[in-house]
Structure formats: C-alpha cells, structure tokens
C-alpha cells in the first residue's frame, strides 16, 4: 500500500520514509507514526498501512536511516545512538511539515521509544495538531509541559518494567499542574501490548502482544484523531 520517498527536515537535509495513502488522498488528515526501537520494520510500516486504510494519510520517518533489527541488543544500541532532541524537532518535525503541504491538521502516534518522542514532538513542534502516545516516556525532566498546547492522548500498560506505573504518575502530575488537558488510559497488559510481533520471549523479550486491548486502544486512537484532525 505505502512506498518509499525523500523529505526534508528543517535545517535542509533529506531523510527517508514510508507514505501510505488512503483510496482518498486529497483533503484526508494526516498522521505521522514513529517506529519502536527496532527500526522501520514491517509491522511499523503495518501500523501506517492501518491508518492509510481508515482514511488518514501516514508517515513513517526512517529515524534509523534504513537500519532495523529483531535483536535486542542491537536495538538498544540503535537507540543510544538516536539524539532525541534532534529527531524530535528534525526529523519528526520534517515529516510533520511534509504532511502539512498535503493536509490541513497533522497528527502524530508513537509506540514505546516512538511514544517517548511523540511527547516530545507535543512539547516542540509547533505545526503538530495531535498527539498519541502508547508506552513511550521520555525521562520527566525532559518533558517541557508549560509548551504542549495540543490535545494528548496516553495508553499505558500497568505491568511495563519498561515505563513503569509511577514514572507515568509523574508524567500525569506534571501535565496537571501545567494545566494541560489529556485523555490517558492504562490497561492491565505489558509493555508493547499493542505490537502483534511480540509475543512472549524469545528475540523481542519482555513484551506481550494483547489483541483485546491493543483493538481497544486502536479504537480509542482512532476516535481521538477524527475528533481533533477533522
């Protein structure tokens, strides 16, 4: 469904990315969807192909410049090696103002390291319009909550040894305190419940696909954005 292209980020250099279009494409809101710490595999470009099929015209970001794994090592070495700050107000930001000359309101949905920098796109991209986050935190003190002004979305799974339940307490304090209006849910489910490639041990360890509420949490993602990008 989707295909390959180039854009630019903001300071003019080019990045890749995988475009999946809608049947209809003119006029359709726009989502930019930022991969977990594997990379741009198969089931991230899987996620765009879901969107494009509801309607919304999706843009995965290749953050890792055409590397991605199933091994966790080499994913946590991958993503060490990513500048958050960077690919948050580069590359994502690029992506989001690619969609922009295509569609009116751009969203942006980001799972587990994708949902740490979706946040962080809320707080410092001015041109993003919606934000959805699932099991992804950056560390709080990184999080300049007085700069998100957009409606926010959370899906937080209660048994994450990866974001734990009172690092995302704080997070739901900070925001508070700053006034910033946000519709999170927690699920009894592990971390990455909604990836349906990762399924018990093995390779992708410590993650636990859940269909009942990954389709509750789509369903609830899908609302929010044909709510706040219509």
Known sequence: MGTTIQFKRPDGQELPGYLAEPAQ????PAVVVIQEWWGLNDQIRGVADRLAH????????????????????????????LDFGTAATQDVRGAIQFLKTRSAKVGC????MGGALTLLAAANVPELDAAVTWYGCPPLEYIDAGKITIPLQGHW???D???????????????????VKHDFHHYLAHHAFGNEQAVGEGRIAETHYDPVWAQRAWDRTFTFFAKHLA
């Open 109 to 112: 949905v980001g799972f587990c």
């Open 161 to 179: 040894q990866f974001f734990p339940p009172a690092q995302i307490a704080g997070l739901t304090e900070k925001l508070k305190a700053a006034g």
């Open 54 to 81: 509801a309607g919304f015209l999706a843009l995965v970001p290749d953050l890792y410049r055409g590397k991605s794994t199933v091994e966790k090592e080499e994913a946590h070495h991958l993503m060490t090696g």
């Open 25 to 28: 494409p003119q006029g359709a």
């Open 157 to 159: 799974a209660d048994q």
